[in-house]
């Protein structure tokens, strides 16, 4: 069991940065792929990045590659994104989530609260 808990969400202009971090509990942190997701109102949830579990292997959706950089602190149990160049399109939820590397939600089995990131122009 993991239990995981996002922040580091807030409001910025647009071009400017965040970085969010996502907690784990427990001790089998390091043996989970860990996936970067976010949801806009009105919009399914989408894939934004994941990072396997020795952080040596990332995947970025089109939309956010060259701009947002996963890692992970297996010793620390977090997760970060960082998020650079933000556009106001990036406004959504964004949620840690730890299962299979992969970039379809359903192959995640533990999932955060989420933490809101707004981008205005």
């Known amino acids: 069991q993991v239990q995981l808990v996002e922040s580091g969400g807030g409001s910025v202009q647009a071009g400017g940065s965040l970085r969010l971090s996502c907690a784990a509990s427990g001790r089998t942190f390091s043996s989970y792929d860990m996936g970067w997701f976010r949801q806009a109102p009105g919009k399914e949830r989408e894939f934004v990045g994941c990072?396997?579990?020795?952080?040596?292997?990332?995947s970025y959706a089109e939309s956010v590659k060259g701009r947002f950089t996963i890692s992970r602190d297996n010793a620390g149990n977090t997760v970060f994104l960082q998020m650079n160049s933000l556009k106001p399109e990036d406004t959504a939820v964004y949620y840690c989530a730890a299962g299979q590397y992969s970039r379809k939600p359903g192959f995640y089995d533990f999932w955060g609260q989420g933490t809101q990131v707004t981008v205005s122009s």
């Open positions: 990072i396997s579990t020795s952080g040596e292997i990332t």
